[in-house]
């Protein structure tokens, strides 16, 4: 089975990732969390994504969909996999659509994290006051997250009506408990 994930920063993606994992055995792939391991591994890639992360920006399309297409390619992708983060334009959108028919793969749900916007912000602001500053992402700024914030309803939002029209996508109450939410996406799952 394999799902893409989508909603703003502090939607609750990662946490329901993780869930969906151990629960149906399937593989998190969360692009932030690859960049952030390709910037701690100083690679070329790495190098490169550091400034555009800090500032809030996105990474281009092509580095992204060449990122996922050679990692849904490994092993431990057989079973499915859960994109978190990915993808995050309309053109990523369209590319992955045409990598994965060319490997013979395809989404089988495409689950969007509806949230309120106004409560976004003092979510994600708790989350970086909670978390001691040498775990703090970097991009975990309150002005890098305005323009996250800026950048999700310019670039990404429009990926909504993008799944929309191919009849492929679900909406649950990203403003409900953690289980509430699980159980929402449990049922789109199970149908
Ligand atoms: P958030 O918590 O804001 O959802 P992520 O951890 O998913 O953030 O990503 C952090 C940053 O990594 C983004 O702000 C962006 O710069 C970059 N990034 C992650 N995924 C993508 C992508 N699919 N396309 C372009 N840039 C990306």
Redesign the pocket.
Known sequence: MNLILLG????G??TQAKRLEEKFNIIQL???????AAIASGSDVGLK?KS??D???????D??VQM?SERVDQEDCKNGFIL??????VA?AEALDIMLAEKGLKIDHVIELKVDENILFDR?RSRIAETPEAER?S??TEE??RT?LA??REQTAPIIPYYADLGALKSVDGMASITEVSDQIDTIVAA
Do not use: E, W
Not at 8 to 11: K, S, T, V
């Open positions: 703003p920063p502090g939607a993606k990662g969360s692009t932030g969390d690859m960049l952030r994504a555009i992360i500032s809030g920006g996105l990474v281009s399309d580095v992204m996922i978190d983060g990915f993808p995050r334009t990523q994600i992402r991009d975990d890098t997250l996250r950048v999700f």
